[in-house]
């Protein structure tokens, strides 16, 4: 969507050293944070969120879709599923 082929790429390999605004950072932080150390998440990462502009609808949708992405990626590794051939790197959609 972006046509920013290298912005994509530093999102995918590190989003923490991509140019991103102050919201934005913040929403990534805190689905690493529920990502990698869910029962790490206090009131104060809740807060944060609200601090850069998301409301109580935003953040449930934030956390919604982190847990739903973790729960299909665990679902399809658990059960060994691949990738149907038509999948691509996406490179070409940003050429």
Known sequence: MTKNYEWVEQLKEDYTKADLDTANRA?????????RTPGEITQADIASLRQVGFNDRAILDIAQITAYYAYANRLVDGLGVSLESYWSDGKEDYE
């Open 27 to 35: 929403m990534l932080d805190y689905t690493a944070k529920l990502t």
